[in-house]
């Protein structure tokens, strides 16, 4: 199928076009709401099924796959959250905090984008690994973590020269032994939050229990986990829609560069998600859910860290480029894209999949 | 019945800082608080629509007087630049001065 008409058809599936209703119902003003505490319960049913489906497959594939695509995907997550800051402050101008707030939304995993990924490589008939459910799991904390220590360390360094500058520093700390020790204090709350949180607890939880009931145990509640996956996906992005046509204004705000970052940054990103996930042997949907956890933004989890590890970044660069620009451009198109990647790489698996690999690297 | 002057000091903030505000409180030794999801208009636009997160609260304590100073200036001098907060003081009375330490 031509890339065009992969979009064009993904464009008419149920979930893009009840998004881009949602948004329509913003722009006309409409009252329409979906009830909050239906909005808060869909997340984490969704990461529910995603967990439950993540440990029923790991019971029948086993651990042992998971660790290299696990330690590549949170190697290439604190990679790109670094590069991403150089983008930001260099070429862009962003100020410190801001840049570090927005390279770890885009270092950090969508949720929801994963859902929607499921759905849609669903849609298209090929399956994804299982394991990719803990990846998603292991991979919301890192680039917040990474994020959180290197502003604390950039900030004491500005300390430390302010206090060079008056003559006053007789105490020869290094930046470094300042910055993990103003961290730690920090970090240590992220990460407690962060793992504590009801999004990473809710996955895991349905992981192991996905892993203890097997296919099953499974049977008995598939019709709630299995069969309204994507209806209520459906559902949850009419709110979604909703609050992304409520920024569009925003969006003229945030500037011409985040704009096309938010757009180039996650197709960079993704592609080479799917080069490398297809070099490690995963799966046709599985190296296009590989790239989506790479090109995705977090715009749930992110405001919650960051407002409280980097309060000085303004939240409504973060939370506007990520839910309004890059969400939408990669459920509507990163994904049909990611998918031709995946299918040609995949196809032309008698060639050196290295080189495809080193080309996209390049 | 005898009513007792105390202050009746009202945060209104972004829901990302409650915690903040209350941590500063538990700092000064204060535990008791109210706290309720509000929604209005502010400098920072329209809040306490869409995402969970970019909610308002409203945290509301009664403390003596000594103890106000000191709690304003931490939350103005850690919170203000920063977060969507409205704070101000009012006078109130109560029965039992003894609960409000």
């Not at chain 1, 993540?54 to 660790?67: A, L, S, V």
């Not at chain 1, 607890?201 to 996956?229: A, H, M, Q, T």
């Amino acid at each position: 199928m031509d890339i065009l008409e992969l979009i064009q058809s993904n464009l008419l599936t149920p979930i893009v076009l009840f998004f881009l209703f949602g948004i329509i119902a913003a722009r006309i003003k409409s009252d329409l709401k979906i009830p909050d505490a239906i909005s808060e319960f869909l997340p984490i049913y969704l990461l529910a099924a995603i967990g439950l489906h993540g440990g029923i497959e790991m019971r029948n594939t086993g651990f042992e796959t998971m660790f290299v695509p696990m330690i590549v995907a949170i190697g290439m997550s604190l990679l790109f959250t670094l590069n991403h800051y150089q983008i930001l402050r260099r070429l862009g101008k962003f100020n410190l905090f801001d840049s570090y707030a927005l390279a770890s939304t885009y270092g950090a995993v969508g949720a929801v984008t994963f859902s929607v990924g499921l759905s849609f490589i669903k849609n298209q008939g090929v399956t994804s690994e299982g394991y990719l459910a803990a990846i998603l799991a292991v991979l919301e904390p890192v680039a917040f973590i990474l994020a959180i220590f290197l502003t604390n360390m950039a900030v004491s360094k500005q300390i430390k020269n302010k206090r060079k500058s008056l003559g006053k520093l007789e105490d020869s700390q290094s930046e470094l032994d300042i910055g993990i020790s103003e961290t730690k204090s920090n970090l240590k709350q992220v990460l407690h939050e962060s793992i504590t949180g009801k999004a990473i607890v809710i996955l895991l939880g349905s992981i192991i229990i996905g892993y203890v009931i097997g296919e099953n145990g499974f049977e008995s509640i598939s019709i709630v986990f299995d069969e309204l996956f994507t209806g209520a996906i459906v559902i949850f992005l009419i709110e979604m829609g909703i609050i992304a046509g409520q920024r569009l204004d925003d969006i003229k705000k945030v500037g011409g560069f985040l704009i096309a970052f938010s757009i180039i940054m996650p197709t960079f990103n993704g592609v080479i998600g799917v080069l490398v996930a297809t070099g490690l042997g995963l799966s046709l949907g599985g190296s296009v859910m590989f790239g989506l956890l790479l090109a995705s933004a977090s715009f749930i989890a992110a405001p919650a860290v960051l407002r409280h590890a980097i309060p000085q970044a303004k939240p409504s660069l973060y939370i506007t480029s990520a839910l309004g620009i890059t969400f939408p451009y990669n459920i509507i198109v990163l994904l049909p894209i990611m998918f031709m990647v995946s299918s040609i790489v995949h196809d032309a698996e008698s060639i050196d999949l290295f080189n495809y690999i080193s080309q996209g690297l390049i | 019945m005898k009513l007792y002057n105390v202050k009746l000091l009202t945060v209104t903030c972004e829901i990302l800082a409650q915690k903040n505000v209350i941590d500063i409180l538990a700092k000064h030794e204060i535990t008791g608080y109210t706290s309720y999801e509000v929604e209005g208009n502010g400098a920072r636009g329209l809040r306490g629509q869409g995402l969970k997160n970019e909610k308002n609260v409203k945290v509301e304590v009664i403390m003596q007087e000594e103890k106000l100073q000191s709690v304003v200036e931490e939350i103005a001098r850690t919170l203000f630049t920063n977060f969507a907060i409205v704070l101000y003081v009012s006078d109130v009375g109560v029965l039992r001065t003894e609960k409000f330490v």
